[in-house]
């Protein structure tokens, strides 16, 4: 082959790389710009099927247990919040040190959760080799859980590698706000992060999914009940939670606690709130205009979650040859593997096997 027409074949392979880049992120709600390293086309040559992968194995387990979608949204938020969106949260608790997996405000993820990444890692892995890492895994298995729960479908950047270690008790607690927490104390946490106003009141829209133990809520029923609390909701709440440290569960959003919409914000509205975190959005007179909004329209609230979302999964994200690809996603790799290799090299090599069947 000579020269300029291998030129040719390389802008070819360029023009027909964008157009497929630019169909596949077609989406009416507007997108954060991508972290440097992330890209929607990540996986494109070394594991094209990932995504359906993806959600072909959690339309099925969601079927069944409808509040996988619910963990599984969750756990890529505690992953992202804490040090940033690195897996971390998937490592079991080793020797010494606290996993995120077994600190205080992570106690209730759920065991189904882990089990499915881990299951969506081996089947992803079967098919083409350790190169998905687990935080993309996670940041995928939220996007569909979304979907397959009747929210939004939005296009997830994709190049996240695996953290090594996980985050220890301090690091934690420093990231992740307590329920009881008030809008000033929520956007304290938030402004860490860069994440704003507006992503507080977008992002808090996932209490429409999954459920809360009664110690998450019970400081607004005892010793008495949260004056902000509507009188027929918390006598609903005390059946649940009849006394201090009642083991039981409530549903986040008591309309529609299985899909995902806009009904959170009239909960709100209606002071049927479940935490001070919540409920503080409406009272609050920064983000009470935006409640309000996302209550009557329910596209608004969905085109911000969508950015605020992508926004959340590219914090502080190691790329590039930072980290490693898991082989197992709740322990990091022993010793150095070929997962360890930078990955700008393998990207070279699959570059090159591209230009090849060209
Ligand atoms: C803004 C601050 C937030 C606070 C204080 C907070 C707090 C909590 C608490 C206490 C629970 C219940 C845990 C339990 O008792 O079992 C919970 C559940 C949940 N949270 Fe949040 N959260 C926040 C933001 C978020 C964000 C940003 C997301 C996702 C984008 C999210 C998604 C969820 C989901 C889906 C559940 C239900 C989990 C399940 O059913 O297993 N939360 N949250
Ligand atoms: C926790 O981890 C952070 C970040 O890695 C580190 O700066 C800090 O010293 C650690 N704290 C403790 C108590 O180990
Ligand atoms: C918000 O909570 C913090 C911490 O508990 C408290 O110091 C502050 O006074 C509260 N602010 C408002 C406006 O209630
Ligand atoms: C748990 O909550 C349900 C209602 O949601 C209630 O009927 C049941 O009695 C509660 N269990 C306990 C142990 O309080
Ligand atoms: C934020 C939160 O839910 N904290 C609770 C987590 O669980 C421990 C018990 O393991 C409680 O003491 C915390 O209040």
Redesign the pocket.
């Known amino acids: 082959m000579t020269s300029s027409r291998v030129l040719l074949l390389v802008v070819a392979a360029l023009a027909i790389s964008v157009s497929a880049t630019a169909a596949a992120t077609k989406i009416s709600a507007p997108l954060p710009p991508l972290a440097k390293g992330l890209n929607f086309d990540f996986y494109k040559a070394t594991c094209p099927q990932a995504e359906s992968i993806v959600f072909n194995f959690l339309r099925d387990a969601i079927r069944k247990d409808v509040?996988l979608a619910?963990?599984l949204?969750?756990i890529?938020?505690h992953d992202c919040f804490v040090q940033g969106c690195d897996g971390s949260v998937l490592l079991d608790k080793t020797g010494g040190t606290d996993s995120e997996k077994i600190a205080p405000?992570n106690v209730?993820?759920?065991p189904t959760a882990f089990k499915a990444i881990n299951d969506l890692r081996a089947l992803l892995a079967k098919a083409c080799g350790a190169v998905v890492s687990c935080a993309d895994i996670a940041a995928l298995a939220a996007r569909d859980s979304v979907h397959l729960a009747g929210g939004p479908h939005y296009p997830v950047p994709l190049g996240r590698r695996d953290g090594l270690a996980p985050a220890n008790l301090t690091t934690i607690l420093d990231a992740?706000?307590?329920?009881s927490?008030n809008v000033t104390t929520?956007l304290r946490f938030l402004a860490k992060i860069s994440l704003d106003a507006n992503d507080?009141v977008a992002?808090?829209g996932?209490?429409t999914?999954?459920?809360?133990?009664c110690?998450?809520f019970q400081e607004r029923l005892f010793p008495q009940n949260d004056v902000t609390l509507n009188k027929w909701f918390a006598s609903q709440l005390r059946l649940t939670c009849p006394a201090l440290n009642t083991d039981n569960?409530t549903n986040?959003d008591i309309r529609t606690p299985n899909v995902f919409d806009n009904k959170y914000y009239v909960d709100l509205l209606n002071r049927q709130g479940l935490?001070t975190?919540d409920q503080d959005l409406h009272t609050d007179a920064r983000t009470k205009p935006t409640v309000t909004r996302f209550a009557l329209d329910q596209p608004a609230f969905f085109d911000q979650f969508v950015f605020s979302?992508v926004k959340?999964g590219q914090i502080n994200v190691l790329t590039g040859n930072q980290g490693q690809i898991r082989n197992d996603c709740s322990a990091p790799n022993k010793g150095r593997t070929n997962n360890d290799l930078p990955w700008s090299v393998l990207e070279t090599l699959a570059e090159a096997a591209d230009s090849l069947v060209l």
Request: aromatic residues 6%.
């Open positions: 509040g619910a963990a949204l969750r890529h938020f405000p209730t993820l759920r992740l706000p307590a329920p927490s929520l507080l992002l808090s996932a209490h999914l999954g459920i809360a133990h110690t998450s569960t986040n935490f975190s979302v959340m």
